[in-house]
Every structure is written in C-alpha cells, then in structure tokens.
C-alpha cells in the first residue's frame, strides 16, 4: 500500500495528521494490522501510561482536562485516548468526553482522540490499546487512557495502565459502590472529585478506611485526593501522587514488571484475533451454517469446525 507507506513516513517525521490517519487505519481494521503498519509497534515502551476510570457523572474528562495542562506546563507532550458511548446511529464515539477537554484540545501538543467502545464491555475499545501504543511511538511522554464508566468487567484499564486513577464524587455511595465493584484493587491513586459538595469529608474517611484493609505489605499505599477539577484545584496534588508513584514503581522494579505483563497480555491478544481470523474463514462459516441445521450439539460442531481447522492448517 504504497499511499499508507507514505502516510507512515510522515508519521515518522512528526506529522500530526499522519499519527491522526494512522490511529484511524488501526482503529477500522478489526485487529488486521498492516504490514506497513507494524514497525512502528517497535517503538513502544516510552510513554508514562495514566488510566482514569469511574462511575459516569464524577468527571473524569475535566479532571483530564487540567491534568494534562500540568504536564505540558512541564513541557510534557500528551496524547488522549477518551473512550466513549458508541452511538446507535453512527456507530462511531459520541464525544462527550471530548467537548469538556475545552483547555487540552487547543494546545498543539495535546493529541486528543475519541473512540467508541463498541459493545466492548471492559470500558476500552478494542483499538484503544492499539493507538496507546501508537501515541507512544510518536513520541508523546504521557498517554492518559479515560475509560467511559464503571462496572463490573472495567478490570481492563489496571492492566492497560501503568498507574490507575479512581475518579469518585461525594454523593451515591460511591466509595461504598467502588468496593463492591473491585476498584479498591485496580486503584492507584484516589480522587474525590466535586469535594466542595456536601459529604465530601465523609466519604474521604470512608475511602481511607477501605484502603487501610488492603495488603499493607505493598509498597505502595494509594493516597486519596481530593480535587474540584472545574476549578483546577486539587491537580497539582493528584499530579505530585502520579510522579510519586511512577517513583515507587520505578524503585521496586514493579515498573519493569507490570509492562512486561502488559506485553505478555498484548501478545497473546494479536494471537487471538489473528487465530479467530484465521479460524472464521468463508468455508467454515458454511460449515457452522449447516451443522445448526441438525441436531448436532454445540460441543460436537465445535469439536468438528476444530478438527477442520487443524487438518488445513
């Protein structure tokens, strides 16, 4: 693809609309990366990776939205990937998340991109770990994943990031609700958003005390942060927990680990959607057509369709 080779030597001189076109390419392909495409998953491994995660509502992008402002007043560059609804007209992100980063999508060196998490029940996009990667073979030193939600399979975003951010607000029984839901686990650092309303000390203590019952032998102890992000204040803070804990990470060699692990995961991620590409081809799509026309249960058609597979592989 001679037009997507010159697409990507852009890319590799710093063009942004090449990275915007590529990350579209990986975004549309349903995992079928393209050759020319590949080499740039080579240079990853750079980019500090920031997960922000919680219940719709405690607002996460304008927490976001100051976030990244910090890091580029430290001359840090900073790519977005804001996972949104998918809409049920378009299919296409609904971009929410987007509108509210009203400071971060005027700076040049603030990359933001929307995707729609497409029935993806983990709260990322498939594609999303995708363009992380390919954020940070750009060059950007801070890629900040923000998830579109809370619930019981969002687990992915622990993996996908380097430190987790729990975004929670006051009222609900959110610190209540994030034990139930295992984000006592995944979280990093704390944020109690919105803490100018009432409740808000309360649920502070509410979440300090839940946190004291996790394993006291780590060595990490998440803080709790309290923050008013429409007003900015509160950011620096959450900013100084971020750099404490890349910090900690980096000491105890946890750093090194948890990225391994992550590329472990990755691997064995491509494997799959290659091997179910592979696997779902035209004939034994027929195949699966025919068999449910019998009395064949599924274990015997599955049983069939593998054998299939493994006799023309």
Do not use: Y
């Amino acid at each position: 693809m001679k037009d997507l080779a010159a697409w990507v030597e852009r890319f590799n001189q710093g063009n942004v609309r090449a990275l915007s076109r590529i990350i579209s390419w990986v975004e549309n392909s349903n995992g079928v990366i393209p050759s020319e495409l590949k080499p740039i998953f080579s240079r990853t491994g750079r980019a500090f990776r920031i997960g922000i995660t919680g219940p719709p509502g405690a607002g996460k992008s304008t927490l976001v939205d100051g976030l990244s402002m910090l890091c580029r007043n430290e001359s840090r560059s900073v790519g977005i990937i804001a996972v949104d609804p998918t809409s049920p007209f378009s299919g296409g992100a609904l971009l929410g998340d987007r509108v509210r980063m009203s400071k971060a999508g005027l700076d040049p060196d603030i990359f933001i991109r929307s995707m729609a998490t497409r029935g993806n029940l983990g709260g990322l996009a498939e594609a999303a770990l995708d363009a992380a990667d390919v954020l940070d073979a750009f060059g950007k030193d801070i890629v900040i994943l923000e998830t579109v939600g809370v619930g019981q399979s969002e687990m992915d975003i622990a993996r996908a990031a380097d430190s987790t951010v729990v975004v929670l607000v006051p009222e609900s029984g959110d610190g209540v609700q994030a034990m139930k839901a295992g984000l006592m686990e995944i979280g990093d650092v704390f944020v109690l958003n919105k803490a100018d309303r009432p409740g808000s000390d309360r649920a502070t203590e509410e979440l300090k005390s839940a946190l004291e019952l996790k394993d006291k032998k780590t060595a990490w102890k998440p803080p709790v942060v309290a923050t008013i992000a429409n007003r900015g204040e509160g950011l620096t803070d959450l900013l100084d927990a971020l750099k404490a804990h890349w910090r900690t990470l980096a000491e105890t060699g946890a750093l090194k680990e948890k990225r391994l692990n992550r590329r472990r995961e990755r691997v064995r991620k491509v494997a799959e959607r290659e091997l179910r590409r592979l696997f779902w081809n035209g004939e034994r799509t027929q195949m699966l057509e025919e068999a449910l026309k019998s009395d064949a249960n599924p274990f015997q058609v599955a049983g069939k369709l593998v054998e299939d597979f493994e006799r023309k592989k």
